[in-house]
């Protein structure tokens, strides 16, 4: 029987027959996902189902780390974490999350692709939103570590989410570099293939690669084999983005996808990216909105206050047409936050939830 780390949420009390299993929606890691209504007032959710009695100590530490980081992360782009609970004698852990009513990412290019293209104005807030949800991740000292268009979903109604946090990582400031190989091949740096330590700036690559499909339509590292697909990401040979694509950005793309880590811009550097402004304004401002349960919509609210003092400049040019110069710029800052107000990373964490610490 397993038991969950002391201090967890994880509740020992909570069953799966409390949820009527409509279908199985897919895979995540360590386990199964499945369709449910919550008996109790009918409402329907998504419950992750990880079989505990097979995994090793080390996975079981993964599955634990992927409840506390979902406890953590309450934001209108992240995938809403309801509860946790031990079943089966404890040999099974369920995760209840809400329900995405549209489909991932990837199934999204591939309807949107077939139809009429990349268009900027329909990409772009995709786009934005999901490096909202990087920014508040990245806020909270999280890497996800698997950021790739089967784990981010789009809404009926627009909302765009990340989730999948089984290897996310909490980093340590002190710190603040990870070393373990994990990920899905063609979203991963080149400094992941070297064996050399990275950082947030993994997620930036990542999503760099996001932005590439989404103008596009297609992943910008593709390969027969495993060599050669790393041989290709190593050596940042991808192909450059159709003349249709304003240059600006594919600028961006570039800066994001740059093969030494230093040179990619962090996460509040791109949503000040000119263009993106009335983007990360508007969401801003209408993002609790998507949020149905009350307590959850006034956690949002104070997210999206924090990107508010991090990320929203009146002043702020929304022309997209930006030069090389504004690049340098970007990529120029090593800082982890900046913002117009002098707040740091840690002050923002602070915002949301006195008790969101970094953890390593």
């Known amino acids: 029987m397993a038991s969950p780390p002391a201090q967890s949420t994880v509740s020992t009390s ?15 890691t360590y386990g199964d996902i499945f369709l449910c209504n919550r008996r109790r007032d009918n409402e329907i959710v998504c419950v992750k189902h990880i079989d505990l009695s097979h995994l090793t100590t080390e996975q079981k530490a993964a599955c634990w780390n992927e409840v506390r ?15 946790a609970f031990l079943d089966r004698k404890g040999a099974l852990l369920a995760i209840e999350m809400e329900f995405c009513d549209g489909k991932d990412l990837a199934e999204w290019l591939y309807d949107h692709h077939h139809h009429d293209g990349g268009d900027e104005a329909v990409v ?12 508040h991740m990245h806020s909270c000292h999280v890497l996800h570590r698997d950021l790739k268009p089967k784990n981010v979903f789009v809404f009926e109604n627009g909302r765009v989410v990340v989730g999948d946090f089984g290897i996310s990582k909490c980093l340590d400031l002190s710190n603040g570099l990870a070393q373990t190989l994990v990920g ?12 050399k330590p990275y950082d947030f700036k993994a997620d930036i690559w990542a999503l760099g690669c996001i932005l590439y ?27 450059a983005l159709p003349q249709t694509i304003r240059p600006a950005l594919g600028r961006l793309v570039s800066a994001m996808l740059s093969q030494c880590p230093d040179d990619r811009p962090a996460i509040q550097e791109i949503l000040h ?35 508010h003092n991090v990320l929203v400049r009146p002043s702020e040019s929304d022309s997209i047409s930006t030069t090389d110069t504004d690049v340098k710029l970007l990529v120029k800052s090593k800082k982890i936050m900046t913002t117009d107000s002098n707040m740091d990373a840690k002050a923002i964490v602070q915002v949301f939830d006195g008790t969101l610490q970094p953890q390593s």
């Open 273 to 307: 990216f000119p263009g993106l402004h009335r983007y990360v304004e508007h969401y801003v401002e209408r993002g609790h909105e998507y949020f149905t349960v009350a307590s959850h919509a006034e956690i949002a609210k104070a997210a999206l206050r924090a990107h």
């Open 69 to 83: 980081v979902c406890e953590r992360l309450v934001h209108p782009n992240i995938v809403a974490y309801h509860s």
């Open 184 to 195: 899905s091949p063609a979203y991963m740096c080149p400094e992941i293939f070297e064996g």
């Open 124 to 135: 772009l807030p995709i786009f934005v939103q999901i490096a909202m949800a990087l920014h």
């Open 213 to 239: 499909e989404l103008l596009t339509g297609r992943c910008p590292f593709k390969a027969s084999s495993y060599p050669a697909l790393v041989t290709r990401i190593t050596s940042g040979a991808y192909a």
């Open 14 to 28: 909570g069953s799966l027959s409390d949820y009527e299993e409509i279908r199985q929606l897919g895979s995540g």
